[in-house]
T-cell receptor, first 112, second 114 residues
Framework: DTTVKQNPRYKLARVGKPVNLICSQT?????MYWYQKKPNQAPKLLLF???????READTFEKFQSSRPNNSFCSLYIGSAGLEYSAMYLC???????????FGEGSRLIVV | GDSVTQTEGLVTLTEGLPVMLNCTYQ??????LFWYVQHLNEAPKLLLK?????KRPEHQGFHATLHKSSSSFHLQKSSAQLSDSALYYC?????????????FGKGTSLTVIP
């Protein structure tokens, strides 16, 4: 099974409210990623976990938080949503460096 | 920093004609290059990955050649099929971070018409 599952698939949030997105994989992959995808833009790497070590991109360091309570699950947390957070959020996992990324179908967040 | 450029945002082709989607990259060292394909309402999935020994990867009729001299990894297919209609992403894996970071281009939306 090479499925990466994301929940919820769609989320409508009010400005200023928190948002929590969940990702799970059953492939025992050591690395899990979160990307943000906006129309006509490249998927932007927000952060990734290698095992229990969190790596966050410098320009999104304070905007997004994440946790990985076990190997299979990874969350993306926005403490106070702004309009600019409206996007598709893609979770992916991989086994080892430079290996194939397995993506989920994405969570579409709309902030109003 | 590392980056990937896909110059075409939208490509429309007639079935049976050859496909070529452009991808160029910028990287200080020697990255791995990838093509991912995303069909409508599906997750992106791997189409091709570059080899370290200059072999040409091929899958489902698609192939791509890594040219280090021109920093390119263009995707090609000799004859487009209707089922090839999808969004194609070029990506690189950054050796500077132990190949753990993946950087993507904006994507090229390919539409194949009868």
């Amino acid at each position: 099974d090479t499925t990466v599952k994301q929940n919820p698939r769609y989320k409508l949030a009010r400005v200023g409210k928190p948002v929590n997105l969940i990702c799970s994989q059953t492939m025992n992959h050591d690395t899990m990623y979160w990307y943000q995808k906006k129309p006509n833009q490249a998927p932007k790497l927000l952060l990734f976990y290698y095992d229990k070590i969190l790596n966050r991109e410098a320009d999104t360091f304070e905007k997004f938080q994440s946790s990985r309570p076990n190997n299979s699950f990874c969350s993306l947390y926005i403490g106070s949503a702004g309009l600019e957070y409206s996007a598709m959020y893609l979770c992916a996992s991989s086994a080892g460096s430079g290996n194939t990324l397995y993506f989920g179908e994405g969570s579409r967040l709309i902030v109003v | 920093g590392d980056s990937v450029t896909q110059t075409e945002g939208l490509v429309t082709l007639t079935e049976g004609l050859p496909v070529m989607l452009n991808c160029t990259y910028q990287s200080t060292y020697s990255p791995f290059l990838f093509w991912y394909v995303q069909h409508l309402n599906e997750a992106p999935k791997l189409l091709l990955k570059s080899f370290t020994d200059n072999k040409r990867p091929e899958h489902q009729g698609f192939h791509a050649t890594l040219h280090k001299s021109s920093s390119s990894f263009h995707l090609q297919k000799s004859s487009a099929q209707l089922s090839d209609s999808a969004l194609y992403y070029c990506a690189l894996s950054d050796p500077d971070t132990g190949y753990q970071n993946f950087y993507f281009g904006k994507g090229t939306s390919l539409t194949v018409i009868p």
